[in-house]
T-cell receptor
Framework: DGGITQSPKYLFRKEGQNVTLSCEQN?????MYWYRQDPGQGLRLIYY???????QKGDIAEGYSVSREKKESFPLTVTSAQKNPTAFYLC??????????FGSGTRLTVV | AQKITQTQPGMFVQEKEAVTLDCTYD???????LFWYKQPSSGEMIFLIY??????QNATEGRYSLNFQKARKSANLVISASQLGDSAMYFC????????????FGRGTSLIVHP
């Protein structure tokens, strides 16, 4: 079955550590997105990519980095520069902009 | 300025009754799409319904319908015959044209269905 796989489901980060969240899709979608969700908030865009080897900053890109070396993969790194990284992270993809498929999310906690 | 506004942080409805979740949007782009997603406590985002700006008819998908009032920039979700499993967060989202196709989400409405 086609879909988006995010891993891990839960992730714990120590202060000063970089961590990478995985997002893989087998839908052959061109566009991929990373969102951050905080309690009581909607989804806020971190980064997006419309083609391989190209990506753009979203509304809250500071402290995050991404890569898009393969169409199927769009990993997100939460760097030590992100001072408040505890949140729920959702990855999504789209082929035409008429529908978006989401992964099941990664819950990141700073310990 | 917020592009998507959901004014109801929480809603309660009795099982088997209908409920309307409000959504207003702001865009100057004549071509756009409106979406509703459901997010249960597990966190996954489940697509419910889509309405294109040029669609003449209101979208319907089973028990879900979208009350699209273009002049008022309103895209309310109507859930008929509520079920206990409908208890979740509901998000309204908009995608504008212009090629980037980036969806913007509202803050969501928490729906609780009472037996």
């Amino acid at each position: 079955d086609g879909g988006i796989t995010q891993s891990p489901k839960y992730l714990f980060r120590k202060e000063g550590q970089n961590v990478t969240l995985s997002c893989e899709q087998n839908l052959n979608h061109d566009a991929m997105y990373w969102y951050r969700q905080d309690p009581g908030q909607g989804l806020r865009l971190i980064y997006y990519s419309q083609i391989v080897n190209d990506f753009q900053k979203g509304d809250i890109a500071e402290g995050y980095s991404v890569s898009r070396e393969k169409k199927e993969s769009f990993p997100l790194t939460v760097t030590s520069a992100q001072k408040n990284p505890t949140a729920f992270y959702l990855c999504a993809s789209s082929l035409t902009g008429y529908g978006y498929t989401f992964g099941s999310g990664t819950r990141l906690t700073v310990v | 300025a917020q592009k998507i506004t959901q004014t109801q942080p929480g809603m309660f409805v009795q099982e088997k009754e209908a409920v309307t979740l409000d959504c207003t949007y702001d865009t100057s782009d004549p071509s756009y799409g409106l979406f509703w997603y459901k997010q249960p406590s597990s966190g996954e985002m489940i697509f419910l319904i889509y309405q294109g700006s040029y669609d003449q008819q209101n979208a319907t998908e089973g028990r879900y319908s979208l009350n699209f009032q273009k002049a008022r920039k309103s895209a309310n979700l109507v859930i008929s015959a509520s079920q206990l499993g409908d208890s979740a967060m509901y998000f309204c989202a908009m995608r504008e044209g212009g090629g980037s196709y980036i969806p913007t989400f509202g803050r969501g409405t928490s729906l609780i269905v009472h037996p």
